[in-house]
């Protein structure tokens, strides 16, 4: 593939594609990238989600791409716009990792199975149906998403290159 194909979507970001083109984004450890397709039109989103819920927010303005409760419902608006219907996406999750081992139960701790978790709710309220994920585990992934095959390529040193 060429470059100049790739959509890059940075950390606590987002973007869609449509009909070509590849969303990537790398560096995923605790966040979750959540990538959305709607096959009969070649609609494509993806999120780099960093934490699980805007309700801790503490900056000014919220990064709406940051948290999965906004990031989502962003993703969907932005897709319906170029065609995309949400009876017809399907997901793909994929990080979420537990980087660091921690003593206790403390909950805090968890960010990358909270974000998980977050993401599928959020999911679940749309009724918008988990097809694939590589979540969980302890190690970075980085991931592309093909907006004319939605299939979703995981890169990681640990496992090598698998597609979903």
Same mark, same amino acid.
């Given at each position: ?16 594609? /449509? &009909? ?27 999120? /780099? ?25 962003? &993703? ?89």
């Amino acid at each position: 593939m060429m470059q100049d194909n790739y959509i890059k979507v940075g950390m606590a970001d987002l973007n869609v594609a /449509h &009909l070509t083109g590849i969303l990537k984004t790398t560096g995923l450890g605790s966040c979750v990238g959540v990538t959305l397709y709607d096959s009969r039109v070649k609609v494509a989103g993806m999120a /780099h989600v960093m934490l699980p819920s805007s309700e801790i927010a503490r900056e000014g303005s919220v990064n709406i791409a940051k948290y999965a409760d906004t990031a989502i419902p962003e &993703l969907i608006s932005r897709m319906e716009k170029l065609g995309a219907s949400v009876s017809r996406m399907e997901a793909k999750l994929a990080g979420g990792a537990q980087m660091f081992a921690f003593a206790g139960n403390n909950d805090t701790m968890r960010i990358g199975p909270r974000n998980v978790e977050s993401c599928k709710e959020m999911l679940k309220k749309y009724t918008i149906p988990v097809k694939a994920e590589d979540t969980g585990a302890n190690f970075g992934r980085t991931i592309e998403f093909n907006c004319e095959t939605g299939i979703l390529m995981i890169r990681s040193v640990q496992q090598g290159v698998k597609e979903m």
